[in-house]
């Protein structure tokens, strides 16, 4: 591709708009929500699964839900860690991490594995407290924003001795490098 | 006494087998303890304040502040290197939130310029940015795009509530 197609691109795509593109607003199906906030989605790698955070009881609650019916799978083993902050799926959702907290009012982040039901709260490392987090989809990687020692910083864990990778359909485990669906 | 001296050792043998296990129930409840990524940490302490991180393949995008402006970086988690994005950190703008997909061509970036806030959508092949309006009208905030890149989730403000839009990319 020349320079001069490029730019001749770059220009009609800035500033196009964006008529036709298909867009819904993602119900509350199964609860009865409406006028409520619904905050911070999370998205699964092909989209089956959307994570988002909505107010129930007074408390901010993760709500799991597949795509595009909205049917709500409740998680109950993540009730008790309420508040709950910034979730993130991995590619075909068995994976759910988010931020909790304990009774302490102390913040936890936390893994839990929907295929086989286990929760795994992460001890870290150092005196970070974290804020907003982004998993890997292949659940490799983990990215934590937050303030440690006065300063707003990104840090990134290797999570590849804690849980096995979740990989796009049609990707065998083992299979490295970039996973990109077929 | 044979059979005492025996005893001794099995004494200090599980002794040494409790404190172990007691070491591993501490440990589970404290939470398991996962590794840093050294080098990249590295990398993103000389970038600056860094917030709002998106990871997904081998990318990273996230916001940092260098030189008191904030900016969008994308840096490639395997050798660390921030890759460029030429034309999309505009010095009039402020970028609120990023998104990255697995194969790294496209960012979803909300930011706020001259007062207003816009979601947009990065193409790093094109170099270039379409702008995606809030249809019915409304404040963009967090942004999220899936891993395959076809579609973006969008916390808006809208009527006084917080709600998501789902976006397909075309």
């Given at each position: 591709?020349t320079?001069?197609?490029?730019?001749?691109?770059n220009?009609v795509l800035?500033?196009?708009?964006?008529?036709?593109l298909?867009r819904?607003?993602a119900?509350?199906a199964?609860?009865?929500?409406?006028?409520?906030d619904?905050?911070q989605?999370a998205l699964?790698?092909q989209g089956?699964w959307l994570?988002s955070v909505?107010?129930?009881?007074?408390?901010?609650?993760?709500?799991?839900?597949?795509?595009?019916?909205?049917?709500?799978?409740?998680l109950p083993?993540l009730?008790r860690?309420?508040p709950h902050?910034?979730?993130?799926l991995?590619w075909n959702?068995r994976?759910v991490?988010?931020?909790?907290?304990?009774g302490g009012g102390?913040?936890?982040v936390?893994?839990?594995d929907?295929?086989?039901?286990?929760?795994l709260?992460l001890?870290?490392?150092g005196d970070?407290q974290?804020?907003q987090?982004s998993l890997a989809p292949?659940g490799r990687r983990?990215?934590?924003a937050?303030?440690?020692r006065?300063?707003?910083?990104?840090?990134v864990?290797?999570?590849?001795?804690?849980?096995?990778?979740?990989?796009p359909?049609?990707?065998?485990?083992?299979?490295?490098a970039?996973?990109t669906p077929? | 006494?044979?059979?005492?001296?025996?005893?001794l050792k099995g004494?200090r043998l599980?002794?040494?087998?409790?404190s172990?296990?007691a070491?591993t129930s501490l440990?589970?409840?404290?939470?398991?303890?996962?590794?840093?990524?050294?080098?990249l940490d590295?990398?993103l302490?000389?970038l600056?304040?860094?917030?709002a991180?998106?990871?997904?393949?081998?990318?990273l995008a996230l916001?940092s502040n260098?030189g008191g402006r904030?900016q969008v970086?994308?840096?490639?988690?395997e050798?660390?290197r921030?890759?460029?994005l030429?034309?999309?950190?505009?010095p009039?703008?402020?970028?609120?939130s990023v998104g990255?997909?697995?194969?790294?061509?496209?960012?979803?970036v909300?930011?706020?310029?001259?007062g207003?806030?816009?979601?947009l959508?990065?193409r790093?092949?094109?170099?270039?940015?379409?702008?995606?309006?809030?249809n019915p009208?409304?404040v963009p905030?967090r942004?999220?795009?899936?891993a395959?890149g076809?579609?973006?989730a969008v916390?808006?403000?809208r009527?006084?509530h917080w709600?998501v839009?789902?976006?397909?990319?075309p």
């Amino acid at each position: 591709m020349t320079p001069l197609t490029l730019l001749a691109i770059n220009l009609v795509l800035v500033g196009c708009g964006d008529f036709g593109l298909h867009r819904r607003r993602a119900g509350p199906a199964g609860l009865a929500l409406g006028g409520q906030d619904r905050e911070q989605p999370a998205l699964s790698g092909q989209g089956e699964w959307l994570a988002s955070v909505v107010e129930r009881n007074g408390r901010q609650s993760m709500m799991m839900q597949t795509q595009p019916l909205g049917t709500e799978v409740p998680l109950p083993s993540l009730r008790r860690f309420e508040p709950h902050d910034s979730p993130s799926l991995s590619w075909n959702g068995r994976y759910v991490a988010l931020l909790g907290q304990e009774g302490g009012g102390r913040r936890r982040v936390l893994i839990l594995d929907r295929a086989s039901g286990r929760l795994l709260p992460l001890q870290l490392p150092g005196d970070l407290q974290p804020e907003q987090l982004s998993l890997a989809p292949d659940g490799r990687r983990l990215a934590l924003a937050g303030i440690s020692r006065g300063r707003r910083l990104v840090q990134v864990f290797d999570l590849a001795n804690l849980i096995e990778p979740d990989l796009p359909r049609g990707l065998a485990i083992g299979t490295l490098a970039n996973p990109t669906p077929p | 006494m044979i059979r005492g001296g025996w005893s001794l050792k099995g004494l200090r043998l599980g002794l040494l087998a409790g404190s172990m296990g007691a070491l591993t129930s501490l440990t589970g409840c404290m939470g398991s303890l996962p590794q840093p990524v050294l080098p990249l940490d590295r990398r993103l302490e000389e970038l600056g304040p860094s917030r709002a991180p998106s990871l997904a393949g081998p990318w990273l995008a996230l916001i940092s502040n260098r030189g008191g402006r904030d900016q969008v970086v994308l840096l490639n988690v395997e050798d660390q290197r921030p890759v460029p994005l030429p034309g999309l950190n505009r010095p009039d703008a402020q970028p609120l939130s990023v998104g990255v997909e697995a194969k790294g061509e496209r960012l979803a970036v909300v930011r706020q310029v001259e007062g207003r806030t816009e979601l947009l959508i990065y193409r790093r092949r094109l170099m270039g940015s379409q702008l995606i309006a809030m249809n019915p009208p409304g404040v963009p905030r967090r942004v999220m795009l899936r891993a395959d890149g076809r579609e973006l989730a969008v916390e808006v403000s809208r009527d006084g509530h917080w709600q998501v839009d789902l976006i397909e990319i075309p």
